[in-house]
């Protein structure tokens, strides 16, 4: 047995190393059978490596086959000796415990691999486990408890360490408390946004798109509101629709509910409809459209989700054209997505962002901006909206640099039908 005083500086009974214990295991080596155990060790600190060398050569059970100091060693050991168990340091070079471990069980399946280190955080615990380690010690582990964990491992049988064994248990605890949680805050989201599908606590409001010059009404931009608990903004009732499947469901639910309460416009005002591209490449959407007036309909293209496939989108922009319908595309001047969709879809309108429209009257930047989106749109016979309008200086402005559609609580908030002239 190696002796206290043989050990090198800093391993004995200080927990940095194998304790003072040096007692024989009580099961005495004899259950696993009359072959030593082949045993691999692999830690990068030559002092604990000789340690552990000694402690399996001073047993009769144990046959110490190899050392390596990093993990790219470890694994040409074991593939070449196929030891029955490998312990291994966690933090070594080369990737460390668990990469080592996930390479010897592919090249040796039956090899069973114990790890040993000094950390015993649950994040480190738990990699090492995942990268199929069946056993984990910490490094102040009495080195009779070492010896009978290798024995024990070579029987199948799971060995860590009550300290690594407590933080496991409550990282898993930590765990299923956080699953349960998750899951029942999906439920919570399943049940309210089907609520809101079969049209509970969902309105629709109309904010009026405007003639700059003479105030007449030529549109109006359909909104959802939600009078359901919890209280919070359009945006986020459709991006917990988005996480649990059924944005289009409830996307297509406010699209008809806007449908059924403007069927008493006028024939010269149009109605747009917020859609994400994912509703309008379904099947569902010309189906929910049904027989309403499509020349009089315009698409306004959302940004909640990012468009992979613009072949296929423009597919389905292509059958709405085909029966008269208009795309309008939202946000520009925001970022690059709007901007792409510009130029990859070909509107028949461009919304010009809020962002662009605030304080155009005072910042240069953001008119040189305007002007060129209004150039390129004279340029390709689309019409410029401009949207969040809130003062007559930013009218203005927007009148001088040949923009003349728009909308914003200046000229009318969103509200209920019927609508008439904003003067």
Not at 12 to 35: I, K, L, Y
Request: hydrophobic share 40%; proline share 5%.
């Amino acid at each position: 047995m190696i002796a206290p005083q043989d050990l090198p500086a800093g391993l004995a009974g200080d927990g940095a190393g194998f304790s003072r214990s040096f007692e024989p295991s009580v099961d005495g080596g004899q259950s696993v059978g009359v072959h030593a155990i082949r045993v691999m060790t692999a830690d990068d600190e030559p002092e604990l490596r000789e340690a552990l060398a000694e402690l399996i050569e001073s047993e009769p059970s144990l046959e110490l086959v190899g050392m390596a100091g990093d993990a790219d060693e470890a694994v040409k050991l074991a593939r070449e000796f196929l030891p029955d168990v490998a312990v291994l340091d966690v933090k070594m070079p080369s990737g460390g415990g668990p990469r080592a471990a996930r390479e010897i069980r592919r090249y040796s399946p039956e090899t069973r691999v114990l790890g040993l280190s000094a950390y015993e955080d649950r994040k480190t615990v738990l990699e090492m486990l995942g990268a199929g380690a069946v056993g984990y010690l910490v490094k102040g582990t009495a080195p009779d408890e070492i010896v009978s964990s290798i024995r024990r491992t070579i029987r199948g049988q799971s060995s860590l360490s009550a300290d690594v064994m407590a933080s496991v248990i409550q990282d898993i605890s930590s765990q299923l408390e956080q699953a349960e949680l998750e899951s029942e805050e999906r439920r919570s989201r399943l049940i309210r946004i089907k609520r809101a599908i079969v049209g509970e606590g969902l309105a629709i409001v109309f904010q009026p798109i405007c003639d700059l010059v003479d105030r007449t009404v030529i549109g109006c931009e359909a909104l959802a509101r939600f009078h359901l608990p919890p209280e919070q903004g359009p945006d986020l009732w459709f991006a917990e629709a988005a996480s649990v499947g059924l944005a289009v469901d409830l996307e297509l639910t406010a699209a008809k509910l806007a449908l059924q309460e403007s069927t008493n416009l006028p024939s010269d005002v149009y109605r747009a409809l917020n859609m994400s591209h994912h509703t309008v490449m379904s099947p569902r959407f010309l189906e929910a459209i049904g027989d309403a007036p499509v020349e009089r309909l315009v698409i306004e293209l959302t940004e909640h989700e990012r468009v992979e496939d613009y072949d296929s989108l423009g597919e389905a922009l292509g059958r709405w054209r085909a029966r008269g319908g208009r795309l309008a595309v939202d946000d520009a001047g925001a970022g690059f997505a709007s901007l792409r969709h510009t130029l990859r879809l070909q509107p028949d309108i461009i919304k010009l962002d809020i962002t662009l429209t605030r304080d155009i009257d005072r910042e240069r930047a953001k008119r040189a901006l305007a002007s060129a989106l209004i150039s390129f749109a004279e340029e390709m016979g689309m019409t410029i909206v401009a949207e969040g309008i809130e003062t007559q200086s930013e009218l203005d402005a927007l009148l001088a640099l040949g923009v003349r559609y728009g909308q914003g609580f200046f000229l009318a908030r969103p509200g209920p039908l019927p609508l008439g002239s904003t003067r």
